[in-house]
């Protein structure tokens, strides 16, 4: 089993908060993720500083566009060495093929994870997009998309977890955002769970950002969520 399960949202936005922060993430317990402020703040130095910090790299960048645009940005992030990257599932699936195989030719190859259904969609705002399917039904739909596609896996709530673990399998990694440990505010997520929770649902791997870097000591905080699991 994975001893690395807890993958840190680094919530930050120049190079000099990043350097701070990594130093206080013990990279035996935890790797990283890289949002879309980050990145597009400081671009690819962001890679960098974290496997300077021997942390492994989950490239949070949610690519969605035609096919071949989609394939050549995911072997960018996969040239980069990036341990983990993503893509929406609802670009559908020739987009999310081409991604795929696109990385065949690579010397190294990241997991790629499809994106579901965002963890701050509640069913209100999901039914607001005009979906013909419930919220829940709408998560199921496009990760047995991914998995047909040849995907690695998806990130979903955990409350999605147990039945997607039952339907797709055990070989099939379960990303999970939305994580916050019972000491922590639910801030702007709508779908959460405690870590001991989504370990038990299923998830592979509990994406949590603010409880632990917004702490006073992200290492301590780290130290916090382990004891949950």
């Known amino acids: 089993m994975d001893n690395r399960r807890i ?11 990043l350097r701070e922060l990594v130093k206080q993430i013990p ?10 402020e980050l990145f597009t703040s400081i671009g690819p130095l962001a890679i960098e500083i974290c496997h300077e910090a021997g942390l492994d790299v989950f490239l949070d960048l949610k690519f969605h566009d035609i096919p071949n645009t ?6 960018a992030a996969a040239r980069w060495g990036v341990w983990m990257t993503n893509i929406h599932c ?3 699936s020739d987009m999310m093929r081409a991604a795929r195989e696109i990385l065949e030719g690579e010397s190294h190859r990241p997991l790629l994870i499809g994106v579901t259904v965002l963890t701050s969609m509640s069913e ?7 979906s013909i399917r419930e919220l829940g039904s709408q998560v199921d739909y496009l990760a047995g998309l991914a998995r047909d596609s040849g ?11 147990r039945r997607l673990r039952q339907s797709l399998g055990s070989n099939f990694y379960l990303v ?13 997520q709508t779908r959460i769970v405690t870590p001991s929770e989504a370990i038990a649902h299923g998830s592979d791997y509990l994406v949590i950002g603010r409880p632990i870097t917004a702490s006073d000591h992200p290492g301590d905080a780290v130290t916090r969520v382990i004891k949950e699991l």
Do not use: F
């Open 7 to 17: 993958v840190v949202a680094l919530d930050v936005s120049t190079a000099t908060e």
């Open 27 to 36: 990279n035996t317990h935890c790797r990283v993720k890289i949002g879309k």
């Open 70 to 75: 989609c394939a050549r940005a995911v072997r």
């Open 90 to 92: 609802s670009g559908g």
């Open 124 to 130: 209100t705002g999901h039914q607001e997009l005009g």
């Open 151 to 161: 995907l690695d896996g998806v990130v979903c709530s955990a409350q999605e977890v």
């Open 176 to 188: 999970t955002p939305g994580i916050r440990p019972s000491w922590a505010a639910t801030d702007d």
